[in-house]
């Protein structure tokens, strides 16, 4: 089992720009949340899809969209990019909605750099 | 509103000592806590969760951490600590009693080890 998979690892863009980023989940899981993480801070929660919907959503500006996909992949999807997007983009996956029962298993995250 | 308080950003212990890290959470009703660790290049583990019942929870790795009503705290320990358990570790509270996957993370600390 491969986990919480995570692409790219590393990005750079620059300001205006847009962005995408991917998430496989833990086998067996159908719920993919997004956290922003920036330096020196604790994870922030963006957004939860299941079932290929948003379900719940942290305090982002519709900047940030995603999208999930029928085999339980996710995309996160960054527009206008500024430069205090820059952060550690951590996708964790569970079985269930129910994450705070179920372990949510995180990936290792992508390094956003917004020049 | 929620919130997680880690009042130690950064923590130098020696190995073998004893170590405690501590964690502040305001929450109405009866929070659901988690412990994770992060390491470099990792995504966050989970270390232990308290949901409820007895209020002294076992981990992994040797972690415990006991949950103090009275004093709003999580303070998670270790009685040994070992060079591999350099890293940073985030409290987490999930709040709507853990229905959904949203976790509010404290700010982390970072615990060095001295040989």
């Known amino acids: 089992d491969a986990g919480v998979t995570q692409s790219p690892t590393h990005l750079i863009k620059t300001r205006g720009q847009q962005v995408t980023l991917r998430c496989s989940p833990k086998?067996?899981?159908?719920?993919v949340s997004w956290y922003q993480q920036a330096l020196g801070q604790g994870p922030q929660f963006i957004f939860q899809?299941?079932?290929?919907?948003?379900?719940q959503r942290g305090n982002f500006p519709d900047r940030f969209s995603g999208h999930q996909f029928p085999n339980y992949s996710s995309e996160l999807n960054v527009n206008a990019l500024l430069l205090g997007d820059s952060a550690l983009y951590l996708c964790a996956s569970s079985p269930g909605l129910a994450g705070g029962y179920n372990e949510q298993f995180f990936g290792p995250g992508t390094r956003l750099t917004v020049l | 509103a929620q919130s997680v308080t880690q009042p130690d950003i950064h923590i130098t212990v020696s190995e073998g000592a004893s170590l405690e890290l501590r964690c502040n959470y305001s929450?109405?009703?009866?929070?659901?806590l988690f412990w994770y660790v992060q390491s470099p290049g990792q995504g966050l583990q989970l270390l232990l969760k308290?949901?409820?019942?007895?209020?002294l929870v076992q981990g992994i790795k040797g972690f415990e951490a006991e949950f103090k009503r009275s004093q709003s705290s999580f303070n998670l320990r270790k009685p040994s600590v070992h060079w591999s358990d350099a890293a940073e570790y985030f409290c987490a509270v999930a709040p709507n009693g853990g229905a959904t996957n949203k976790l509010i993370f404290g700010t982390g600390t970072l615990l060095a080890v001295q040989p």
């Open positions: 086998s067996g899981h159908d719920t």
């Open positions: 308290y949901f409820s019942g007895d209020t």
């Open positions: 899809y299941y079932e290929e919907e948003e379900r």
């Open positions: 929450y109405g009703a009866t929070p659901y």
